[in-house]
Each structure stands twice: as structure tokens, then as C-alpha cells.
């Protein structure tokens, strides 16, 4: 703009069509648009990814025990852990991501199941030996703490937000909010009548960087129907363009992408 001052772009949250992402209606939709919970962008990542250190707690925990995932999706990423583990259950609200789980386990000691997992949980106590959720639900550590053994493991792995270059150029777009902090999620969590011993969040920075300007504007339409995704293009495409050829680095345009890491024994 002529007179310096930042271009505000098409807010799409704004958008009668927007549906509120991780609400139930997003979820479903998500799964009836691309049938798994997978994101569509592309992108590279500067090491150590948040996601292994999540997977590394798990592994040297387990051994051969029995695994539950709360709020597992289509279960692509429990099913890593079956291959050595006793058990492994996955429980999600969403029918469509279950039957997928279900389809394409690899061993016969895997089960999905459809079970709000904010609910109480048909498991035994002391039946599990770990026991995660992986950006699902945040109202089970009560019933975890039942239904894994005392010592046993409990892990929440929850998306803090994306920073960085994605907040700092799309005003708009995305807007401005401050860093996170790892005391966030206990506030949230409320884990004072839990039952849990040790417990403890880390704030984990991940680098990523989005290939092109559509993965922008998708990483925004995550989830959203084809029609507000094809407004969105339409209203902010050529600007994202400009920004982005102007502020991307030779691996794509750098953003940080936040996760809070619960851990927690049961007692
Ligand atoms: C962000 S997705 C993550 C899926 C999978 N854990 C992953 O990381 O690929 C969150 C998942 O939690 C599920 N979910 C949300 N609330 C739930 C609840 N109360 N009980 C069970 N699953 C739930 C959603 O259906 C969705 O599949």
C-alpha cells in the first residue's frame, strides 16, 4: 500500500461458511472432504521434529505393554507401536476414522473403537501401561489415571499454535497472539483432582518451512469446505503471492510451530 501501512487480508474465521476447527462438525467434515486427519500442505522441517520426541517417550516406555491413544483419527500413528507392543487400542468419536483404523491394522492386537474419550472409559484399572492423546481430547487424565497401572505413563501432546512468519506477514489472515507458555496447559488442563504424580509440560519449537504461497492459504483452510476454500483463494491468493516470494528463504517461508508436551505418572 502507497501510504506504508500493511495490508489487512480476507479474515476467512469471518466467513459465515467458517466451521470452528477440532469442533465436532469440523472433524466430520474433515473426514467426509479427505477421509483421514492428515494435513494437506507442504513443507520441510529443520530437525529435531516435535513429534519424535513425543514418539521417543512413548517407545521407551512401552516395551512390549499395552498402548491407548485417545482421540486416535484414522490411527495411522498408533499403529507404528503395534508392532512391538502387547496391545494397542485407539478410541475416537469420529466412525469413519475407526473403520479406517480397523482396515488397515497390521496385527491382531490392534483395536479402534468409537468412544468419546471425555467420557468414562469401558478399560479395566490398571489395565493400560501408557496412555496418550495426540492433539485429541483434553478431558480423560482423570479416567487415564484409573485405567493405566500406578507408575504407568500418561502423555498429552497438544498443537500450541503456529508463529513465527505466518503472524508476522498475514495480518488478517492470521492475527497476532503471544507466545505460548507451558503453564497454559496445566491452567487449562485443571489436573489438581487427576490423581496424576509428576506432572510436568515442556513448550517444544519446531522450524518448519511451507514449500509455497497455496500451502499458506491451506494451512489456514485445514479442514474448511471447497467453497471457502475456493473464496479464500480468490480474495488473498495474488497478495500471499508477493509476500511470500518476497520473505521465503530457499527452503520456504519460515514459520515456528509450538507443542505443549504433558507427562505425568498414574498412581
Ligand atoms: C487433531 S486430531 C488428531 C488425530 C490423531 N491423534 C493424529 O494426531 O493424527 C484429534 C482427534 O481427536 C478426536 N476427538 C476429539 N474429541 C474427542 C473425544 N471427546 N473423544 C474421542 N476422540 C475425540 C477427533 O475426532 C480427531 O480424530
Known amino acids: 500500500m502507497s501510504d506504508g501501512m500493511e495490508k489487512i ?17 469440523w472433524y466430520e467434515q474433515l473426514f467426509q472432504e479427505v477421509g483421514e486427519y492428515k494435513y494437506p500442505w507442504k513443507s520441510q522441517f529443520d530437525e529435531e521434529r516435535a513429534e519424535k520426541i513425543f514418539v521417543d517417550k512413548i517407545t521407551t516406555y512401552l516395551g512390549n505393554g499395552r498402548l491407548l491413544d485417545v482421540g486416535c483419527g484414522h490411527g495411522e500413528f498408533a499403529l507404528q507401536f503395534s508392532i512391538n507392543a502387547r496391545e494397542v487400542v485407539g478410541i475416537d468419536t469420529v466412525e469413519g476414522f475407526i473403520k ?28 493400560f501401561d501408557v496412555a496418550y492423546t495426540k492433539k485429541g481430547p483434553r478431558d480423560w487424565y482423570h479416567e487415564g489415571n484409573r485405567i493405566v497401572k500406578p507408575g504407568g505413563l500418561i502423555l498429552g501432546f497438544y498443537h500450541a499454535g503456529s508463529y513465527g512468519a505466518l503472524r508476522e506477514l498475514f495480518p488478517g489472515l492470521y492475527s497476532p497472539r503471544p507466545k505460548p507458555e507451558p503453564n497454559d496447559l496445566l491452567r487449562e488442563l485443571k489436573l489438581d483432582d487427576s490423581g496424576l504424580n509428576d506432572i510436568k509440560v515442556e513448550l517444544l519449537e519446531e522450524i518448519e518451512y511451507l514449500s509455497t504461497p497455496e500451502d499458506v492459504l491451506l494451512k489456514k483452510c485445514f479442514g474448511q469446505n471447497k467453497k471457502l476454500r475456493e473464496i479464500v483463494w480468490k480474495e488473498c491468493l495474488q497478495d500471499v503471492e508477493g509476500i511470500f516470494n518476497k520473505h521465503a528463504t530457499s527452503k520456504g517461508l519460515k514459520i515456528i510451530n509450538y507443542y505443549h508436551l504433558l507427562s505425568a505418572k498414574a498412581s
Open 9 to 25: 487480508l480476507f479474515d476467512p474465521m469471518n466467513h459465515p461458511e467458517w466451521v470452528e476447527p477440532h469442533s465436532l462438525e
Open 100 to 127: 479406517t483404523g480397523n482396515k488397515n491394522k497390521l496385527k491382531e492386537n490392534t483395536y479402534f473403537f468409537v468412544i468419546d474419550g471425555n467420557g468414562n472409559l469401558p478399560f479395566l484399572d490398571n489395565y
